[in-house]
């Protein structure tokens, strides 16, 4: 290694051991979804407790509503108090002059939200004045949402800064699924998410309420649904009343998915005659695809879904409602003679046909009820009834098919936050990509799409750390214009709707240390649990579905208050030294470039002997996350190896990077379900170590 090492290494310390501070200043303020348009102008609207708010074309009870909880929303962040949400609070249409905001609606909103619906509106901020305009309150409440997020504050206080922004959304259904089967997640949770989801402008909530592990709605007309397959954890009706009435406050539609004909246990827990094997059946515990599904040959079963889906139709007032009808394995099908004599009987040709047959019977029952049906791709044959939407969770070839065939679709696939893939994945993911080959009347078709949270690995205590912030990156691409793909402004950006969120009521920032002094189990000076906070934003969640392979007990009652449900996806550190090695590989001369990344693997080595040292071998718990701090303390060994090869000049010997690459390999693998993130630009180190010198 280079004599000047420690030189510089005393350097990159000094910078790196230094706060972060998110710099923003009121000439590029912080917005997401990007507006379709938006054009700077001179000057600010400062803020002052007098600010009063006019409508100039008359004013109902939801907009009023709306504008109260911009209001809450900046007094909090100001300081500043406002007028309270009473009958005199609002200038009428005569005396809006003297308004700090003027808003104008061509049209009421109707009671609940539409898909389609003009969604667009003008925000115009001066010194003097803020305007909004847009045709329908959806449009009003899209423009508050955006001006919660532009207040910005300087040395003189809170102000807008001035602009004309004219936006619209790309796509019309700009969802959020959320499983409250697996693991329940009741009505707080729920709530919390909905005000998140209004602040980035989505604007449908699929709520996934039937599954082997949980049958999550009241039935008043079959009432052993719920009791006998829930564990008592459901919505009752009048919650989610009151669920649907808050959601529509916000411009949210709730579309619910009872999933059938397979993933089904829960239903046949209370009336097992309907499944196509005998029962009993019993409440599945653990994760995967199970045999347990509906007999489609059974007439009850149709008696039992037209009563019930007549009154979940009469609940739920948006007009589409979901079937699932994924990963249906026909294996109790292909057992059942009856049913394959029905088959055969039928021409249905095979289970697949028993399936489509099966739906045109469940959409007929819908059409009844005024309903049109969603279902995940599996739904796609060749006799699914016209006006069916698919849902594909498989990828653009689904979307193709589906639409080719003149289906509408929503596109799930690449947006499965459950899987911890890193925000940019999800942020380049497009439902029409670029350079798609999809016909213009087919791009038509393609309605938009959903991020999909299901709950197999979260608690209502994590959830909002697996949903966000990256499902607002989701949302800018539903939303905004598709050249918007610069990921490194994304993530800026991202940091400070993060915070918005946090202000909002979500706790994906605020739930970490009270579960890390749980974690550890022991007592903690605040420098060890600046450590533990410092060692799992480093780390990561494994991706996809590791986690099962690496925890395969784990059962619905397994406690989620382990390390990897303290670790978050997209780890802020590694993607910061990726950025690092990426500048060193273009300069490797620089000593700037080279002590960042040697004060980065030095800090990385020390951090994993303190907690070593420390909190780690006092605590039961953290004793699971041993093998990945010696594989820090290997790694960044590894890593300054390299750099002394890189600094030397001398090509390795032939099989130096082989050993090394081989020693990576080896400590790479993740513990506990955990990984480290950085590896991966540890071993660009090596490889470019071991490059031919030019």
């Known amino acids: ?293 509906l007999d489609p040959t059974n007439e009850e079963t149709y008696r039992l879904l037209e009563g019930f889906l007549g009154e979940m139709a009469a609940l739920f007032p948006d007009p589409y409602l979901h079937i699932g009808g994924d990963e249906n394995n026909g294996v109790h099908w292909s057992a059942n003679a009856k049913i394959q004599a029905f088959i055969r009987e039928h021409q249905l040709k095979d289970n697949a046909g028993l399936h489509a047959w099966f739906n045109t019977r469940v959409n007929a029952i819908l059409v009844r009820h005024g309903k049109r049906l969603v279902g995940w791709d599996e739904i796609l044959h060749p006799d699914l009834p016209a006006g069916s939407v698919v849902h594909s969770w498989r990828g653009p070839e689904g979307i193709a098919e589906a639409t080719a065939r003149g289906f509408a679709t929503i596109l799930s696939n690449g947006y499965y936050i459950d899987l911890m893939h890193p925000t940019a994945d999800h942020y380049l993911n497009d439902p029409i990509p670029p350079g798609s ?51 490194p402004e994304m993530y800026r950006r991202l940091q400070s709707v993060s915070q918005r969120l946090e202000e909002a009521g979500l706790g994906h920032m605020s739930y970490l240390d009270p579960a890390l002094r749980r974690l550890a189990g022991v007592p903690v000076s605040p420098a060890e649990l600046d450590d533990l906070r410092a060692f799992v934003d480093l780390v990561e969640p494994v991706k996809v579905y590791q986690r099962g392979q690496q925890q395969p007990a784990a059962t619905q009652f397994t406690p989620l208050t382990g390390v990897v449900d303290c670790a978050r996806a997209d780890s802020e550190p590694a993607r910061r030294f990726k950025d690092a090695v990426d500048a060193l590989l273009k300069n490797p001369y620089s000593p700037e470039a080279v002590a960042v990344v040697e004060g980065q693997l030095a800090s990385w080595m020390e951090l994993a002997r303190r907690l070593q040292q420390g909190v780690v071998s006092r605590s039961p718990r953290l004793q699971e996350v041993g093998p990945l701090l010696d594989a820090m303390r290997e790694a960044g060994g590894i890593g300054q190896d390299a750099l002394g090869v890189l600094a030397g000049g001398q090509p390795p010997s032939a099989d130096w990077a082989a050993g090394r690459l081989a020693e990576l390999k080896r400590i790479a693998q993740p513990h506990a379900a955990v990984e480290l993130p950085f590896m991966p630009s540890i071993r660009r180190l090596i490889e470019a170590a071991a490059a031919p010198k030019l």
């Open 437 to 487: 080959r999809l016909t213009p009347a087919q791009q038509s078709l393609v309605l938009g799409g959903e991020a999909t949270m299901w709950s197999e690995w979260v608690s209502p205590e994590t959830i909002d750390s697996r949903i966000w912030p990256r499902t607002a990156a989701i949302a800018e691409r539903l939303w905004s214009d598709a050249s918007a793909r610069d990921v």
């Open 1 to 293: 290694m280079p004599a000047h090492w420690f030189s510089r290494l005393c350097l990159a310390c000094g910078m790196l051991f230094a706060p972060t501070i998110l710099m923003s200043s009121s000439a590029d303020p912080d917005l997401m979804p990007l507006p379709m348009s938006l054009q700077r102008e001179t000057g600010v609207f400062r803020l002052t407790p007098g600010f009063r708010v006019g409508f100039a074309t008359g004013q109902d009870d939801r907009l009023t509503r709306a504008v109260s909880r911009t209001l809450r929303a900046w007094e909090e962040r100001s300081g500043l108090e406002f007028s309270r949400n009473s009958s005199g609070d609002y200038l009428p249409a005569a005396n809006v002059a003297s308004a700090g905001l003027v808003i104008e609606c061509a049209k009421d909103a109707a009671e609940f939200p539409q898909l389609g619906e003009d969604e667009s509106y003008t925000l115009i901020v001066t010194p003097e004045q803020v305007r909004l305009r847009a045709a329908t309150g959806r449009g009003v409440l899209h423009g508050l949402a955006t001006l919660q997020q532009w207040l910005q504050g300087d040395a003189s206080g809170w102000h807008l800064p001035a602009v004309t922004i004219e936006d619209r959304p790309r796509f019309a259904w700009r969802g959020l699924m959320i499983d409250v089967c697996r693991h329940w997640q009741p009505l707080p949770v729920i709530k919390r998410n909905l005000d998140a989801m209004a602040l980035v402008k989505l604007n449908v909530l699929h709520i996934h309420l039937t599954e082997d592990q949980g049958f999550r709605i009241e039935s008043k007309t079959f009432p052993r649904l719920h009791e006998q397959g829930s564990d008592g954890n459901y919505f009752t009706q009048d919650e989610m009343r009151e669920l649907i009435a808050y959601a529509a406050d916000r411009g949210i539609r709730v579309v619910p998915e009872f999933d059938m004909p397979g993933h089904a246990t829960s239903w046949l827990v209370g009336y097992p005659e309907l499944g196509s094997a005998p029962g009993p059946y019993v409440i599945e515990r653990k994760w995967g695809i199970f045999n347990p599904v």
